[in-house]
């Protein structure tokens, strides 16, 4: 029993960094790329694939691996679209900032009164 839920956390674990790994490739192929065309963004998408598909998909239940498993379905669906190359590089690189942004805001807490920690020195 045990080790049936070790294989399972190890087929999500790959599938999540999979996932990351498909991510992070189109993004650096959208920022670092002079000439963009949707041509050449449908071949990156093609050779990303190959990667996630060696993966079995898995249903994930943590809301910014929901979100990050929602951005590769779209930047997917975009291998298809007639969009021009900048709006889709665009609304990629967005979503991705918003996705990074709500990771980073349960990272770090801010204090709320970070000054009056220090009144009981006086």
Do not use: C
Not at 55 to 79: F, H, N, P, R, T
Request: charged share 35%; hydrophobic share 30%; net charge positive.
């Amino acid at each position: 029993m045990a080790s049936e839920k070790a294989v399972d956390n190890a087929q999500r674990l790959r599938y999540i960094r999979a996932l990351e790994r498909f991510h992070k490739s189109i993004l650096s192929y959208l920022m670092n790329t002079p000439e963009l065309s949707n041509a050449g963004y449908a071949k990156k998408i093609e050779n990303s694939l190959k990667v996630l598909q060696r993966v079995d998909e898995i249903a994930l239940y943590k809301g910014d691996l929901q979100d990050l498993q929602k951005l590769v379905k779209k930047i997917i669906s975009y291998k298809e679209s007639d969009k021009n190359i900048e709006d889709i590089k665009t609304d990629i690189l967005y979503s991705s900032n918003q996705l990074e942004k709500n990771k980073n805001a349960r990272r770090y807490k801010k204090d709320k009164h970070s000054e009056s920690k220090y009144d009981d020195w006086e």
